[in-house]
T-cell receptor
């Protein structure tokens, strides 16, 4: 299983953009990049996923490097409710039946 | 449309006992996956079931087993509980696109 590397923690101010980086240098051509987040005392929550092109949805944007060896999750305006652990995950194909989580990045949002 | 539901929400067991955790996936969805999350770590994949057949297994001992029923609900069984089995056990079901997994709130198991 391909591995991802993320910073242990990051801080942001409320209403400012947040860029959460992820390195996945061993990614293969069929691996999708997924981002999930986990709020305290809850199960993980899907944020966004992509293969090669940048992706946008109502929660966030995903910027994927041209060589696909890294990606960045962008929260456009952080709120206090965005404080969570963010996980960058690779999956074989788009099937999410087996997700290999790393340690994730703990995001703190300051008012 | 109900999401993924798990029961019970909390459970306390004694070392050596057996435990059964239950999960109902999103209505009509045929795949269920189980994860173990120890405090301070990310979830670790245990099993995936699809159409009542095991489709994947993580690096867990044989004390861990699971099954899926005709209505696609699932049970995770753990025998001979150890203190180290204390964790949040999560169940997940893919959405319509298969690229988005929905997680339940989990079952918090404490082994004393």
């Amino acid at each position: 299983d391909a591995k991802t590397t993320q910073p242990n923690s990051m801080e942001s101010n409320e209403e400012e953009p947040v860029h959460l980086p992820c390195n996945h240098s061993t990614i293969s051509g069929t691996d999708y990049i997924h981002w999930y987040r986990q709020l305290p005392s809850q199960g993980p929550e899907y944020v966004i996923h992509g293969l090669t092109s940048n992706v946008n949805n109502r929660m966030a944007s995903l910027a994927i490097a041209e060589d696909r060896k890294s990606s960045t999750l962008i929260l456009h305006r952080a709120t206090l409710r965005d404080a969570a652990v963010y996980y960058c995950i690779l999956s074989w194909g788009s099937n999410t039946g087996k997700l290999i989580f790393g340690q994730g990045t703990t995001l703190q949002v300051k008012p | 449309d109900a999401g993924v539901t798990q029961s019970p929400t909390h459970l306390i067991k004694t070392r050596g006992q057996h435990v059964t955790l239950r999960c109902s996936p999103i209505s009509g969805h045929k795949s269920v996956s189980w994860y173990q999350q120890v405090l301070g770590q990310g979830p670790q994949f245990i099993f995936q079931y699809y159409e009542k057949e095991e489709r994947g297994r993580g690096n867990f001992p044989d004390r861990f087993s699971a099954r899926q029923f005709p209505n696609y609900s699932s049970e995770l069984n753990v025998n001979a509980l150890l203190l180290g089995d204390s964790a949040l056990y999560l169940c997940a079901s893919p959405g319509q696109s298969l690229a988005e997994a929905f997680f339940g709130q989990g079952t918090r198991l404490t082994v004393v």
